[in-house]
């Protein structure tokens, strides 16, 4: 059985849509699945508003180290991270809150960046990357949306923009032309890597490989599905690229477990056969 029947086996044995996109970094081979459909980014889209941001900075538009003063306002209509749970008043600068939004997740934080930015400039940056089906609509997604939205309602992308922007953003560790695509200085391009390998979060991608494996990741949940998109790395190398979204996911199972349990391991089982054949 090839890698790419086995990733598919993964994903044909769920009732619920999976798409991904992997990239062999060692030998080049890519293998997808719905890759180039657009669907819910939910936090991944965060990796490219820390790239908007970084870009914003690199032109001197932003300063990173400017005082961000956490007010009650920024809690509103928020449900991940840790900030909404503290008392107003903490300050941290912008460079922290880019590290809260991405290995924390924290959407006050994210609120934060994207008070220094618009919804229009990110989504512009995504398309002169050519992320053509990354799309950011809005600032924090409403609370109230059902199971079943549309995907005008959210921010969208695809498995295969995803794999372009870490692609890119690992190029930019060592190229000038992919700095240059990016809008960034060298500097915030290894600090844009190491943000990423920083995740704190062990569910998804992580989940199947060896507890010490070096990951650089975004993950997300949404009312439809969670996702995950990494580099994911082996003697401090890079392995291979995977990004993997799961949409229409049930709120159950038929034997009663969460659905986004299911998603998050089926995730984590493609990561796995990807860890176990590429090494072989």
Not at 53 to 76: F, M, N, Q, S, W
Request: charged content about 20%; glycine content about 6%.
């Amino acid at each position: 059985m090839t890698t790419s029947d086995t990733l598919n086996a993964i994903c044909d044995a769920q009732p619920f849509v999976t798409r991904f996109m992997v990239r062999n970094l060692v030998t080049g081979q890519e293998i997808e699945r719905g890759a180039h459909e657009e669907t819910p980014s939910g936090s991944t889209r965060k990796t490219s508003i820390m790239m908007a941001l970084l870009k914003a900075a690199t032109e001197g538009r932003v300063d990173l180290d400017e005082p961000i003063t956490y007010e009650k306002r920024l809690a509103e209509e928020v449900a991940s991270g840790m900030l909404r749970y503290l008392t107003p008043g903490l300050v941290i600068s912008l460079r922290d809150a880019v590290s809260g939004m991405m290995v924390l997740s924290d959407n006050v934080c994210t609120k934060m960046v994207l008070e220094r930015l618009t919804l229009a400039e990110v989504d512009g940056y995504c398309k002169d990357l050519g992320m053509v089906n990354t799309h950011h609509r809005f600032l924090i997604p409403p609370l109230a949306l059902p199971a079943d939205h549309a995907l005008t309602t959210v921010t969208t992308t695809s498995a295969a923009d995803q794999v372009l922007l870490l692609q890119t953003i690992l190029d930019a560790q060592t190229s000038v032309e992919a700095q240059q695509r990016l809008g960034c200085r060298e500097d915030l391009c290894h600090w844009a890597m190491q943000t990423l390998k920083n995740q704190v979060l062990r569910y998804g991608i992580r989940s199947r490989l060896p507890f010490e494996t070096l990951v650089a990741s975004k993950s997300g949940r949404g009312k439809r599905g969670r996702m995950d998109a990494g580099i994911v790395y082996r003697n401090k190398a890079p392995l291979f690229i995977i990004t993997a979204y799961t949409d229409q996911v049930p709120q159950a199972m038929p034997d009663g477990t969460p659905g986004y349990t299911v998603a998050l391991e089926t995730m984590g089982r493609l990561a796995q056969a990807c860890w176990q054949d590429f090494q072989a």
